[in-house]
T-cell receptor, first 115, second 111 residues
């Protein structure tokens, strides 16, 4: 979905390096999410944010941090990348609704490889 | 941990046949959503069914929800090669603030 963009689309890095993945959206949504997807598996929630001053841990937040710089921008950082963080990372957005019940719109994903 | 589990994990059918995928979940939900993912790309929302609904249609898609059995099914009728993708259910769990995704069904439609 062109309304949600992620940069970079692909990244290869080495163990111990700091990596930042960026997400921008033009949908005007309040809510933004970061997920990771491992081969053959579903999505696991890393962090989510319901507005600029709201940050919440998801299922697998260890080893990750996030920053909500503006309503439209939500970045994910790996402070010291390790090989088991090799995965496909997705950013998503949704409009405010009851208990996250509205549909989510996904970016194209970032394929991260940690050597 | 995954909230939903799809069944089967993989499904291969001929073009024109119907495809049925099932999703089971464990806790009370507000709604259940189905998403589609083409290989290596972002998920696309297909349909949402609320906990007080039993069936919903959208084009060639039919979704059912049985809250007593904590299960849902997605039926794609008259399948096309372009329907080849992975399909995920996601539950909006009561008391939670985000969606929980299942492990997905990989559908292959053979031309």
């Amino acid at each position: 979905d062109a309304d949600v963009t992620q940069t970079p689309r692909n990244r290869i890095t080495k163990t111990g390096k700091r990596i930042m993945l960026e997400c921008s959206q033009t949908k005007g949504h309040d809510r933004m999410y970061w997920y990771r997807q491992d081969p053959g598996l579903g999505l696991q929630l890393i962090y989510y944010s319901f507005d600029v001053k709201d940050i919440n841990k998801g299922e697998i937040s260890d080893g990750y941090s996030v920053s909500r710089q503006a309503q439209a921008k939500f970045s994910l950082s790996l402070e010291s990348a390790i090989p088991n963080q090799t995965a496909l990372y997705f950013c998503a957005t949704s409009d405010s609704g009851t208990s996250g019940g509205t549909e989510q719109f996904f970016g194209p994903g970032t394929r991260l490889t940690v050597l | 941990s995954q909230q939903g589990e799809e069944d089967p994990q993989a499904l291969s059918i001929q073009e024109g046949e119907n495809a049925t995928m099932n999703c089971s979940y464990k806790t009370s939900i507000n709604n259940l959503q189905w998403y589609r993912q083409n290989s290596g790309r972002g998920l696309v929302h297909l349909i949402l069914i609320r906990s007080n609904e039993r069936e919903k249609h959208s084009g060639r898609l039919r979704v059912t929800l049985d809250t007593s059995k904590k299960s849902s099914s997605l039926l794609i009728t008259a399948s096309r090669a372009a329907d080849t993708a992975s399909y995920f259910c996601a539950t909006d769990r009561s008391g939670a603030n985000n969606l929980f995704f299942g492990t997905g069904t990989r559908l292959t439609v053979i031309p």
